[in-house]
C-alpha cells in the first residue's frame, strides 16, 4: 500500500460547478486540501472551499499560477483546451488525471468512437462528417434516420441535432457548414432505455465497477436514475471487464461515466466522461464507495474497497430549475438533499438533486418523485 | 411543511475544531451558507469554510460581529460562556440554537443532574461537593468508591478524580479546594458496558433517536463505537420516549448525545451532551440520517425522516495520535475515512475516524480494527 506521506495534500480542482463542489466536499472528508479555480467567487465550489483562485481555466497564465499552488489536479469537465493543460502540466511538473492526453481524445467524440471500435466496445454505427456532400452520404447510408453530433463542446443535447427528414437534415448542415470544430454522424438507436454505469481505475491498475443503473432524460436533461439493474441485452456482464481493459490501455486513472443504451441488440456505449458524472450522484447515499470519493481515491492511487448498494434499491431525482424565481424548499423527510448553492435559478438548470433509497429500484423512485414535490424549485 | 424562504441561509457556527468541520460539510451538502468563527484559520473547520470569521468565541464583539453575518447560530461545544451568548443572541434577534439558556443548564454537572432526576432519568447517586467536609461525607456516604467532577470544563477524564482510598480523596480535595467551579461526587458504578444513545428534537416537537451503540473508552478517550445493540438493562426499551420528554420540556433544538452505563440494576445515564457527539460520528456512513445534517434539520425545524441502519452492524475507529511526528496513511479499502486536518500530531489527539459496515457490530468492528493498521498517526 501506498502511503500519501505528505499531509496536508493541496489537490486542485479546474471548474467551479456542482461536479467541482461536491469533489471539494468529499476531498475535505478526507482531508485533502482543496483549492479552486474557477471565475466566480460565486460558483458552487467556490463557496465551499477556503482556497478558491479566482481565475480563467482556459487561460495559461491563470493555470499556471493555479498549479504552482497544488500537489495534483483534477478537473470537473472534460471540455478544456487539452494541450494548453497538459503544457502547463509539463512546465509546472504537477500530476493531471485523468491525463490531458486522454481528455484531448474522448473529448472528441470521433476520436472517441474511434477509441471504443478499437477496444471492440460496441457502439452505434458512425461517419465523420466535414461538408454537406458528408452529411448527405450520412442520410442515406442511415436510411433518413440518423443524429449529428459536433464533435467538441456538446452536451445536454446541445449541438445535438437528430435528423428523420430532408427538413432537419437542411438544419443540420447549417450547423457542419458554420461550425469548425466538424461533426459525427450516428445511425439512429431504436433504445428500449437508456443506462449508465461507472467505473473507476487508480494508477496501481486495480478498478472499481458500480451497479448499472437506469436514466431517464427529459428533454435531453437527465431527469432521475433508479438502481441497481440489470440489463436485458447480450454482453452486459463482459462490458466491465472490458471497460477496464480499455482503461488499462489508457493508463487512466479517475473515474469514468459510461452512459448506454439498451437495446434489442444488445448494450451500445453511447459516450464515455472521463470525469464524475450525474448518473452516479446516487452513490453519495446509496453505495458503501460515492463516485466523488473514488475519484480521489483513483487519482490519489488508494484503495477503492467495495462499491455495494446498501439496500435493494435506489433513486435519483435531478432538482431542475423550472422558473427564474428564487427557490424555496422544506427538507422532505426521507430523501438527502445536495444543493449546489447556484446563484440564479432557471429553467431546465441544475439547482440540485435528491437520493433516496427503497426495497426496490421502482420503490426507491416512487418515494423520491414524492419528496420532490417539496421542492419549488 | 415549513419552507427555507431565503436561500443562501447563512448559518454561523462557533468554534472551529473537527465538529464543527463535519457540521459545515453536511450543512455545504444541503445547501447552506457556512460561517465559522475560530481563533485560527488553520483550525480543522476554518479550512473546509469560505466564511472564516477569525475571532474569539469567548470575547462578546467578536460575537457580536460574528452575529451581525449570519441568520442562526448553532455551536459544537457546551463550554462557552452561556450567559454572553444568550445577551448576543438577543441584541442581535440571531436565534441560537440549542439555546443559550440549555447549554447553561446541561453545561453543569450539578444542573444537569437536577433535570435528570426531574425528568426521572435514571443516574448514579450525587451529592454536591464544595468544601473537604463536603467530600469527606461523600467518601462516607458512597462506602468509599465515588468519583469526584468537576462542575464545569471537565472533559475526556479532565476534572474527574476516581477515589478509592485516602491517598486519592486527599488529591480530590486538593483539586476541590483549587478550583472555584465547585464539584460534584457520583457513587462509582460498576457497569458492565458503556452505551451511548443519540436523540434529535426540531422545533415542531419531532424526534429521531439512534439506535443504541456500545462505546469503548481507553484512558477516559473514546477508541471504538459499534452498533446497533440492545442493551440488557431495565428501563431500555423506555428511555428514548423519556428522553423526548425532557428534550420536550426544554424546548430543545437540536441533536443531543446520551452516554449510558449499562449496569447489573439497569441503564444509568452518565451525561448529556448538548451538541454533535463523537459516539455518533458512524452515522456518516451506517445510518439513513447522520449526526449532522439530523443537527441542521433540527436547528431549521425541517423533517428528519427515518435513522435507519445501512447494515447488519456498523463501527467507528478513532484515529488517535500516538506519535507527534507528521501522520501518513494509505487509505484502507472498506473503511470510509473522516480526516480533521488537524495542525499537529499529538499522542491522544482525536486526528480523524475510519468508519465501516459488516454483518454484526462485532464482524464491523473486527474489520475495521484491521484497517486500523493502514494509519500511522
Redesign the interface.
Known sequence: ????????LRAGLLGGGQLA?MLA?KG????L??HVLSPD?RDPA?????H?HRGDPASEADLKAFFARVDIVTFESEFMDAALLGTVATATRVPVHPRPEIMGRLQDRLRQKEFLESRRLPTAAWREVSSAEDAEAAFHAFDGELVFKKRRFGYDGYGTYVVRDRAALRRAIDAVESDRHGFIAEAFVPFRREIALMIARRGSGETATFPFVETFQERSRCLWVKGPIAPRARGAARLPAKLAAGLDELDYRGVMGVELFETAKGLLVNELAPRVHNSAHYSLDAL?LDQF?AHW?AV?D?????ARP??GGFAMYNLLGSHAR????????????????KNENRPGRKM?HING?GTSPGNALKRLTKARA?F?V
Request: glycine residues 8%.
Open positions: 500500500m501506498k502511503r500519501v506521506q505528505r499531509l496536508p463542489r466536499l475535505h472528508e478526507m482531508g486540501e482543496i467567487p467556490a463557496q465551499v472551499v477556503r478558491h458503501t470519493s481515491r490519489l488508494l484503495a477503492f474497497g467495495e446498501l439496500a428564487a427557490p424555496s424548499w422544506s427538507l422532505p423527510a426521507n430523501a438527502r438533499l445536495h444543493w449546489y448553492g440540485g433509497l417539496a419549488d
